[in-house]
């Protein structure tokens, strides 16, 4: 049995993860910040430190060279990726960006112990840093090479067709652009070609351009000399520096202020990031990756997108089509997700019943891949058997052919989240405050944590309103 730090200031994300391990055989010893861990426990005498970048006193990044062999994984969100990358090359093992799989935390912690084995390419989103199941646990889900593709799973045309186009642009070093609506999976998209490149080995690097206030954006993405903004004790790189010899996707590029939007260009113009404040540029070798869910032609036509840097982004475009014109791949990702998680919480497989599988087949998902996570995710915590109906994920049973007897009038709210759905209530809830409310009032009144407040609308595609 291995023995897990796990360091993480919020009691519900660390009680939720330290299940998690034990469910895998591990043996977990928690603590809430840096010093709690040092002064309560030997930091030598542990197999693997997990730890949250951002604690209070010292951050996660100052465990690196204090657990003698013990491997320390780092957790971040965007506002500390560029610390993790630094805190990697001083000698961390790996770091994961927030929010992340359950699946995946448990490869990576799995691949980093003493005595694991080489990738199994069927885990999920974590290459190349993959491992094989603990004993106790069901196989790792099987693979079909035709029906996905680095965690991308599709086997209609439409996404046959994107498939080929990833194989295609991975070798290059040009810039994509990616387009989808809002759940689509254009990160995960990134992260499969970021894996089918040349630069495999080297860090992806995602921002949320949506997530960032837009007076911190452009310090966060090219850095900032001494002095040069309010609180800057100290020069910092910024992400595009974090991303040297690797990927940096920039996702809700759409979302960028007109003044980062001509950095920007002048960055891909030229390859050379210039720190705010500061009198020279620093060459960078870095890939660029775009996405959005917005319209980027009619920004660029009502002037609130630059048209040169659209241009310049579009190199290479990729349309990541919605579920509703991927036929038969909604159940696919189903029957997918349902294999992976079940994977990960160590627990027997689960099939959907040929209702449910209808249901799901005809369900229009205007969330997309996120919104049946949750609903595939909330249907495994409730289920008792080792069948899933639809009732379960939240779904109405599919349209009957037409009777002789008048059809029922159409439902107003169709397509919304269910009312039971709690991510329905979540979302609900936000839209509807967050221009009355502060940030802290409305995690208050949800009873959650702003940091949890914030990884759900990350989670959820609910970027904060700009003041």
């Not at 299940?19 to 002064?39: N, P, Q, T, Y």
């Not at 930091?43 to 209070?56: E, G, S």
């Not at 001083?90 to 994961?96: K, N, V």
Request: with cysteine; proline share 8%.
């Amino acid at each position: 049995m291995s023995r897990i730090l796990l360091v993480e200031d919020e009691v519900v994300i660390r009680t939720e993860l330290r299940r998690l391990l034990v469910r895998h055989g591990h043996d977990v010893i928690e603590a809430g910040s840096v010093e709690d861990a040092s002064a309560d426990h030997d930091l030598r005498a542990f197999d693997l430190v997990l730890a949250d970048v951002r604690l209070p006193g010292a951050p996660g990044t100052a465990l690196v060279g204090q657990c003698g062999g013990a491997p320390v994984v780092l957790m971040t969100s965007y506002a500390t990726v560029k610390a993790a990358v630094d805190a990697v090359k001083r000698g961390a093992a790996d770091y994961l960006s927030k929010p992340f799989d359950h699946a995946e935390l448990v490869a990576l912690v799995e691949h980093h112990l003493p005595g694991a084995r080489p990738a199994r390419s069927a885990l999920p989103d974590v290459a190349p840093r993959a491992s094989v199941p603990p004993p106790s646990a069901p196989p790792a889900p099987p693979t079909s090479e035709d029906d996905e593709l680095e965690g991308m799973v599709g086997g209609s045309a439409a996404m046959r067709e994107v498939f080929a186009r990833v194989r295609k642009v991975a070798p290059s070093e040009a810039t994509l652009l990616v387009l989808g609506e809002s759940g689509t999976g254009k990160e995960t998209l990134a992260r499969a070609v970021h894996r089918l490149s040349s630069r495999r080995q080297l860090a992806f690097v995602p921002v949320h351009c949506a997530a960032i206030p837009e007076g911190q954006i452009e310090g966060e993405l090219f850095g900032y000399e001494r002095g040069a903004i309010p609180g800057a004790i100290s020069a910092r790189a910024g992400l595009c520096e974090a991303a040297e010899g690797g990927t940096l996707l920039l996702d809700e590029i759409a979302e960028l202020p007109p003044k980062v939007q001509a950095r920007l260009l002048r960055f891909l113009q030229t390859g050379e990031v210039r720190r705010v404040g500061a009198t020279r540029a620093r060459r960078v070798d870095v890939r660029l990756i775009a996405a959005t869910r917005r319209d980027l032609v009619a920004m660029v036509r009502d002037g609130s997108f630059m048209s040169d840097l659209y241009f310049r982004l579009r190199v290479l475009e990729i349309r990541l089509p919605p579920l509703r014109e991927r036929p038969g791949d909604a159940v696919r990702l189903a029957e997918s997700l349902l294999r992976r998680r079940a994977w990960a919480m160590g627990r027997a497989p689960l099939t959907l019943t040929p209702e449910a599988r209808a249901a799901i087949a005809a369900a229009p998902w205007p969330g997309n891949i996120r919104e049946l996570e949750n609903a595939v995710h909330r249907a495994m915590v409730l289920a008792d058997a080792s069948e899933i109906g639809m009732e379960l994920l939240g779904l109405d049973a599919p349209p009957q052919p037409p009777s002789p007897s008048p059809a029922p009038a159409a439902d107003a709210h169709e397509g919304e989240p269910p009312s039971d759905s709690l991510e329905g209530y979540f979302r609900r809830f936000v839209l509807e405050h967050q221009h009355e409310l502060t940030e802290t009032e409305i995690a208050r009144r949800l009873g959650i944590s702003r940091k949890a407040l914030w990884e759900r609308r990350q989670r959820l595609g609910i970027p904060r309103p700009r003041s």
